[in-house]
């Protein structure tokens, strides 16, 4: 196990940080708690991966982090108290406080997300995809230039060769490469990924997350990478694990209780 | 930026789009048609019912109105509200014809030609007259107005002619026919006199037929206006007992036609004065039996007065009716309740002594054209007809209004996890929006306008679709006689189409923009997980 252990550090060198965040789904007249207090940290260059069974709660967390759903407003903590949701911060601010325009920067220039489901819009090309994030954001850069660094983008991941086809004539992991391609267009400052390998067989998985492995050694990118895998942990800076709907403490076996 | 790329992909790619410009295409088209066809069928049975008898006609059936120049003095004189005003007499007769029918009943109209064109255009209904240039679906121009005829030619056409085996005309005849038709006399070549002639409307005689390319063709041998019509009619006194009945036999002057076939197939138009005269309706002496030359009267006051004069009183001429135009700008029930007040004052005057009144009188006598007894009946009818039709043509649009939201609505909410996966990448909602509004909106308008063209091609080409189906399917589902015109209305107007394609493109519009927003203000992650 090659588990690198960062002791808490101040607030201010956090990228991305959740802080005793809950969230409950409401089914009907049931209300599932997923989140109860969960609370992540995560510096810059740092590789972190989300640990728990299924249904723990790992993807509601991410998109928590991304920006993509919102914590609850009011929750009841353990000793009944009640208390706000928790807040998800982003370099130290609230992305709770974002405005909506502020958001969707957020988003589009600050996160990379990469689904375990690819979602690639079916009727785009490849490269069109890739080009995705850019496209949608502020007019920084021109067609051209972005269409040569998506196409650069494609390339590092072998798909050269296919840039004009749509998502459907790709195997499974050509398009998780396409997905991851796409979150990396705008260079954000995290990475986000849910099971990237989860839909793949165990060989294509492992390029996957060697090509992930490599992006972090390379560009030093910051990445949370949630997994049920513990092969695939193993590979991270550091190990988180979700627990009754919390963040238990790194480093800690993983193998006792996952299985 | 995204929205442009995202919008052709979208329109490009799949069968969804196609389909749903089709349904838009169908909707719209359909809509349209039937508006068209319908509206159509109304505006045409204003115009023809006017044309018949201006905008307000006065009548007193049997009796008649005594002094009726006087009367069309005062209405005339009244320039602010008359356009023009002419006398007429209407009754039924039994028609006889040289061969062929047997005898028919007929509404007997006897009409001042000059007065008729100014009040209801009369000249323009004439139908035997020389025309420049075929009617658009005689491509082949074989129409007998044409005058293929030249001097010397037979008067069938001779093998190889536009018109082989059929009765021509030639361009002498047929001004000659429309001058008689405007005259509605006949000049004797024996006695050099202008006789009195009958123009009847296309379908009385049944002598001819409609062609597909929407004229009339005379049958072998039975031209109308070189033969005769014999006319009975039953005179009666002003106090309504019916005198010996009356017959004239007249030459045809031409024919006329409105293009409503109640009209083409039961109207029979000759000189006023003539009608008149057979139905003892003109001036008279009328004989007081009482009367003794010489003889002495006590009166009530206690004077006495001497008689004298002729022991008889002149008896007016009298019309049945009086047609009316509205002057310019003048509606059909302003004009009716003008020439009320004006024809109020005219009996009080000069009818009151002789005339007895009955109460319901002035519903009975002054109308407008659409309540005219004649025409009341069919005019009703489309009006009851044109309610159903309202009713239906409400339902359709609902129909398709809903039917075309309903299909922009599954197949933008097919989309929902796109926009997910948009709204993941940083997309704001408006964009997203905007996104979905550009695809409603293009289909919405492609769609329409395809539809509009589709309309505007079936409705101008209904009268020669529908010949088709008569020919290769056997279905004739406008009979004249049922339908009251002569041709399925055929016309698109262009303000209906304009609106008809905005409520098709606005229910596209909105259909599309719905799901679209719903999606785009959820959180992206319900959007994601949405099925
Ligand atoms: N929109 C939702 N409505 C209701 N319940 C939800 C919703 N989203 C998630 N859940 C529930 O919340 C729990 C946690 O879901 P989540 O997807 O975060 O789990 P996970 O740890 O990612 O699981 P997996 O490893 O299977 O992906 C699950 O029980 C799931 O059924
Ligand atoms: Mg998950």
Redesign the interface.
């Known amino acids: 196990m090659t588990t690198t252990h960062h002791p808490p550090t101040a607030a201010s060198t956090a990228i991305i940080e959740a802080r005793s965040v809950y969230k409950t789904y409401t089914l009907g007249k049931t209300k599932v708690p997923v989140l109860r207090g969960a609370s992540i940290k995560v510096d810059a260059g740092e590789c972190v991966a989300v640990l728990g069974a299924s249904g723990s709660g790992k993807s509601t967390l991410l998109h928590l982090l991304g920006g993509l759903d919102r914590p609850d407003d009011r929750a009841v903590s353990d000793n009944d108290e009640l208390t706000d949701g928790g807040r998800v911060y982003f370099r130290n601010e609230p992305i709770s406080s974002f405005g909506p325009a502020r958001l969707d920067q957020f988003r589009n220039q600050s996160v990379g997300f990469v689904f375990q489901f690819y979602h690639l819009l079916p009727e785009l090309s490849i490269v069109e995809n890739t080009m995705l994030g850019s496209m949608i954001g502020a007019r920084k850069h021109s067609r051209a230039e972005m269409k040569a660094r998506a196409t650069e983008l494609l390339e590092r991941f072998g798909l050269a060769a296919r840039l004009a086809h749509r998502p459907v004539e790709l195997s499974g992991g050509e398009r998780q490469r396409v997905a991851i391609a796409r979150a990396l267009m705008n260079q954000p400052d995290v990475l986000l990924a849910d099971e990237p390998t989860g839909n793949l067989d165990r060989k294509t998985g492992a390029q996957i997350l060697d090509a992930l492995m490599e992006l972090r050694e390379r560009f030093k990118q910051t990445m949370v990478i949630v997994t049920h895998d513990a092969a695939t942990a193993d590979r991270a800076d550091r190990i988180v694990r979700l627990r009754d709907g919390r963040v238990i403490g790194a480093g800690e076996s993983l193998h006792s209780d996952d299985d | 930026?995204?929205q442009r790329?995202?919008t052709r992909?979208?329109l490009l790619?799949?069968v969804m789009p196609l389909l749903a410009a089709v349904a838009v295409a169908l909707c719209t088209g359909m809509v349209l048609i039937v508006w068209s066809v319908m509206g159509g069928f109304l505006t045409q049975l204003l115009a023809s019912g006017k044309s018949l008898m201006g905008d307000v006609s006065i009548t007193i059936p049997v009796q008649g109105i005594p002094y009726y120049e006087e009367l069309i003095d005062r209405l005339e004189a009244d320039t602010e509200y008359v356009a023009a005003a002419t006398p007429v007499i209407q009754t039924l007769a039994l028609m006889n014809l040289e061969i062929g029918a047997p005898p028919a009943d007929v509404i007997l109209m006897g009409i001042e030609p000059e007065g008729y064109d100014r009040v209801a255009g009369y000249y323009d209904l004439i139908y035997w007259r020389h025309i420049d240039k075929p009617l658009r679906k005689d491509k082949l121009g074989i129409d007998m107005r044409l005058a293929h005829r030249n001097p010397g030619d037979p008067l069938y056409g001779p093998p190889g002619s536009p018109r082989e085996g059929l009765r021509t005309a030639s361009r002498e005849e047929l001004d000659l026919l429309y001058e008689r038709g405007k005259a509605m006399g006949v000049l004797d070549p024996a006695s050099n006199e202008i006789m009195p002639a009958a123009v009847v409307g296309t379908m009385v005689t049944k002598f001819n037929w409609r062609r597909p390319e929407g004229f009339i063709e005379p049958g072998r041998g039975l031209f109308a206006p070189s033969r005769t019509i014999t006319l009975t009619v039953l005179p009666m006194s002003d106090s309504g007992v019916m005198i010996e009945p009356e017959e004239a036999t007249l030459p045809i002057a031409n024919e006329f036609s409105m293009g409503v076939y109640q009209v083409d197939s039961k109207y029979v138009l000759i000189p006023f004065a003539l009608l008149q005269k057979m139905l003892k309706m003109d001036q008279a002496t009328r004989v007081d039996p009482d009367w003794q030359p010489g003889s002495v009267t006590f009166n009530a006051d206690g004077t006495t007065s001497f008689n004298t004069g002729t022991g008889t009183t002149i008896e007016p001429a009298r019309a049945t009716t009086i047609f009316v135009r509205a002057a310019e700008g003048v509606t059909p029930d302003q004009l009716d309740e003008r020439v009320e007040q004006i024809f109020d004052a005219f009996y009080e005057e000069k009818m009151a002594d002789h005339y007895w009144r009955p109460s319901t009188w002035r519903e009975n006598t002054v109308f407008t054209w659409e309540q005219e007894p004649n025409l009341r009946f069919f005019i009703a009818a489309v009006k009851k007809e044109t309610t159903l039709v309202l009713v239906l043509f409400a339902l359709i649009s609902l129909v398709s209004v809903v039917l075309l939201f309903s299909i922009f609505w599954s197949m933008v909410s097919e989309k929902t996890?796109?926009v997910?996966?948009?709204?993941?990448?940083?997309?704001?909602?408006m964009?997203v929006a905007w996104l979905f509004m550009r695809y409603g909106l293009l289909l919405g308008l492609v769609g329409s306008i395809a539809g509009l063209a589709l309309a505007y091609l079936i409705v101008t080409n209904i009268n020669p679709i529908h010949e088709w189906m008569g020919r290769a399917l056997g279905v004739q589902v406008w009979d004249p006689s049922v339908y009251y015109f002569m041709d399925i209305p055929n016309k698109v107007d262009p303000m209906r189409a304009l609106l008809v394609a905005g409520v098709g493109s606005l229910s596209a519009l909105v259909g599309a923009i719905a799901p679209a927003v719903r999606a785009a203000w959820m959180?992206?992650?319900k959007a994601?997980r949405f099925e």
């Not at chain 2, 997910?420 to 909602?429: F, K, M, P, T, V």
Request: charged letters at 30%; a positive charge.
């Open positions: 930026m995204y790329l995202i992909r979208y790619s799949k996890k796109d997910g996966i948009l709204r993941a990448l940083g997309a704001s909602r964009g959180d992206p992650v994601l």
